[in-house]
């Protein structure tokens, strides 16, 4: 029983749905308060990234026993029928709590799946896939916090190295993606990944420049302009095996860059 709970812990991913959890709870709470709205936002979230990482690798099986064959649906600790029964039963959880916030909010909630779904289950071009897996990142941001100027730009901030970071994860993941039909990142998808992070790397300047944020900003955004760039320069080299560390380091310094900024 306790393997079986270990298992099913494992596929929630849990340091990626803290990454999206955080991400809510910071945008929600800034906005809303410590008050149900926010409490039912983070479950939302909480809920909904969970089950999409139950659904993806059901549906990866074939390519996870190549490139990840110690993930427990490989392994057999979970089967595909209770990791498609379990993504479910939580999706509809995470939609619960969503049909309780504000009409937009529900709103940006219902794209975002349908969204996600579209990257799990549908055979999408690695550019296209790169794309809406950054889209899902930005629309935290709107679902959580009122979408003004400010808060949509935070969320292109986040979204950004999101369409580096995937591109660079289908390069990694390519052997996977071939047994299971998927079709691999062209070669110039690189310099789009690059860019990416460079583009970021840019705008994360954007929020100070329109006076947007105090100048407790500045110190935090230095690492997340630091990431970018290196992230950036090893994608040209094709280098892709930092991704995970640097994007994460990235990520948490433009989140605290936007709660000492000032939300």
Known sequence: MLEKSKAFARLARLRHTAQVVGIVAIMSVASHGFSWTSLYAILASLFLSIALFFLDDAHDLKSDQIVHPQRPIPTGRVTIRQAYIAGIVFLLIGTLFASMLFVYQFAFFIVAVFAATAVVFLKLTSVFRAFLTAFLVWALFPFAAFPDLKIVLFGLITALPHVGGSIAKDFLHSRGDVVQG???SKKWSKYLASGAFFSAAAIVWLPRLLNFVSWLYVFPIVFTFASCVVLGVKVLKEDYQ??????????????????????
């Open 182 to 184: 998927l079709r691999c």
């Open 242 to 263: 930092k991704v995970y560390v640097y994007g994460g380091v990235g990520m948490c310094s433009a989140l605290i860059a936007f709660l000492l900024g000032g939300i």
